[in-house]
């Protein structure tokens, strides 16, 4: 009950007194700010936008970042409005220089304290994003005496835009991540937190980014540990297919007389020199973009097969904790009309189920494997369009849970691996669509239920702050032990999270009540699997 009350005096953000307090970094000074809301005991220090690299502009348009150059005088580092361009999406803040970081501090910066470190990637289909802008989202994660980092990277064209060869190899936006860590184990230390225990955690294609770096053998001694939420690398939406192709097509939507034959080099120049916005208004057209596996080269960030690496363990093995939310999907139905509309295309052509990464290219056997997906969800007579639960089951599953599984599955015989799926819904978590017989918790929900998301929590029900409770306590233990149940708390209902083992697929349910339960998805995962050994195209990328 006291963790309770603690969590809830948190809601008094309205009136807070700020202080200034320096720390004295390699490349100059920053002054960020004492935040102490009005129940004194609750007061940490947060730095916000800090650069970590040289602003990506000029000749380092997509380039690899750079380390960035010393300032006089004193930074003030007191808000990060930095924004990277979004695609679809015009914002007055929005630029290419914009790799900021934010760091939050339960302690005074320049001590000896030795903390525990989460760094947080953001979520948005590698497309749109941003760290945190103010200082009391982590707030919750003060109280646990965790050191947090935020950060931008580059997302759209700006950050993943790929030649396909060693001109713009891509994932610029996938090593600014990796070149924030190394910041973190650079400098850290001058915030109070303990570079040897840092854990990397991602949201949505943060998750996915997050397992990217589990993948990428560069980023091997830059965590200890990792948390991924609704995403895995072997997601379909999280690998760029016809990178190159797309690069082009950019070049010649700004200016037709481009052709496909230029050299990447001559690509690489002409995109070097057009404004920023003439890339950006492309986005009408090409607006997908994802990791893309390198070609060999020093300073790739991948350059081999996600779903070989992680089942023949070629990764930087550490603990992991991941999962999923239990209707990922769920808010494509928040406009019945228009869901409707749009499933509709299933029914028309079964085909159009099949996504493109199984890579079958024979109409005849993709309709029969269209057949047999819409057999996991629905009768040979029933229409998707008619069943609206059952669509978005599937959308869901093909979109989010099936990669999540697998991931987790594939890895799970190299490391320690806690796996879970978030089912509480309440009114905190934001999602008024309901559909009986499915799941209720929409994509990005659990999020509401580990950072500050409002600014009084007095008007949600005990169940909604017990939940977001036992969620911050689960993953902070880990953060903190990397073993989110280490000793029996009557919070957690005295319950041991076991590790998903190769003999046994075990995950924790938290929902009103936390429950260990068998085989996650069981309903539709273990039918898809043999979908996919049948008939998907092999060696598998993503799943």
């Known amino acids: 009950m006291l963790k309770i009350l603690l969590f809830v005096v948190l809601s008094f953000f309205i009136q807070i007194f700020c202080e200034d307090i320096d720390v004295t970094l390699p490349n100059g000074k920053i002054r960020g700010l004492k935040v102490t809301p009005v129940v004194t005991n609750l007061t940490y220090y947060s730095f916000l936008g800090i650069p970590f690299a040289a602003p990506p502009i000029g000749n380092l348009r997509f380039k690899p970042p750079q380390p ?9 580092a007191d808000n990060n409005d930095a924004l990277c ?124 980014s997050v397992t990217y770096q589990l993948l990428s053998p560069g980023s091997a001694g830059l965590f200890r540990a990792a948390i991924g939420n609704s995403g895995s690398a072997l997601c379909t939406w999280a ?25 990447s080099e001559e690509l690489l120049n002409f995109l070097s020199n057009v ?6 208004d492309t986005a009408d057209k090409y607006n997908a973009f994802a990791p893309v596996i390198e070609v060999p080269h ?29 209707e990922e999907a769920l808010m494509m139905a928040e406009k019945t009309g228009s869901w409707r509309s749009y499933v509709r295309q299933y029914d028309k052509d079964l085909r159009t189920l099949v996504d493109d990464d ?62 879970y799926q978030f089912s509480y819904h309440g009114p905190l978590g934001g ?42 306590t689960l993953l902070t233990n880990f953060v903190k032990y990397l073993n989110p149940t280490p000793i029996a708390d009557d919070l957690l209902q005295n319950i041991t999270w076991p590790k998903a083992t190769e003999n046994d697929y075990l995950y924790l349910d938290i929902d009103t009540n936390l429950s260990i339960q068998t085989n996650p998805r069981n309903f539709s995962y273990s039918k898809w699997v043999d979908i996919y050994e049948e008939n998907a195209a092999k060696p598998f990328i993503s799943y």
Not at 68 to 76: F, P, Q
Not at 96 to 111: A, H, I, K, Q, R
Not at 239 to 263: L, V
Not at 432 to 445: D, F, L, N, R
């Open 275 to 280: 404004p920023a916005s003439a890339i950006e």
């Open 431 to 472: 999602n008024s669509v309901e559909i009986p017989g499915i799941g209720k918790v929409a994509h990005a929900e659990d999020q509401n239920y580990f950072w500050v998301v409002h600014d009084n929590y007095d008007s949600f029900p005990d169940t909604d702050i017990k939940t977001l409770q036992r969620y911050v």
């Open 68 to 76: 960035v150059e010393n300032w006089e005088g004193t930074l003030i």
């Open 239 to 263: 690998f760029q297919r016809n990178a190159a192709d797309i690069a082009y097509g950019i070049a010649a939507e700004i200016d037709p007389t481009f052709e496909r034959n230029r050299t």
């Open 358 to 419: 199984m890579y079958i290219t024979d109409s005849d056997k993709k309709l029969l494997v269209g057949k047999e997906i819409k057999k996991i969800y629905l009768n040979d007579t029933d229409m998707f369009a008619d069943k609206l639960g059952e669509s978005v089951q599937y959308f869901g599953d093909n979109r989010f849970i099936r990669p999540i599984i697998k991931f987790a599955e594939l890895i799970r015989h190299h490391v320690d691996l806690y796996f």
């Open 85 to 208: 361009y979004q695609v679809g999406k015009k914002t007055e803040h929005a630029s290419e220089d914009c790799l900021y970081l934010n760091v939050y501090t339960p302690v005074v910066p320049s001590t000896s304290s030795s903390l525990p470190v989460l760094v947080f990637i953001y979520g948005g289909t590698f497309r749109r994003g941003r760290s945190f802008p103010g200082y009391k989202s982590p707030a919750f994660l003060m109280k646990e005496n965790v050191v947090v980092v935020t950060f931008n990277y580059r997302v759209g064209p700006f950050g993943f835009l790929s030649t396909e060869d060693e001109v713009i190899p891509g994932n610029m936006g996938l090593k600014d991540q990796q070149f924030a860590l190394k910041w973190v184990q650079q400098n850290i230390n001058l915030f109070g937190g303990d570079p040897r225990q840092v854990t990397l955690m991602g949201q949505s294609a943060g998750s996915a």
């Open 298 to 326: 020093v300073g790739a960030l991948i350059s081999d097969l996600m779903y070989r690496n992680a089942e023949n363990g070629s990764f930087n093995k550490v603990p992991v904790l991941m999962g999923f939310n239990s």
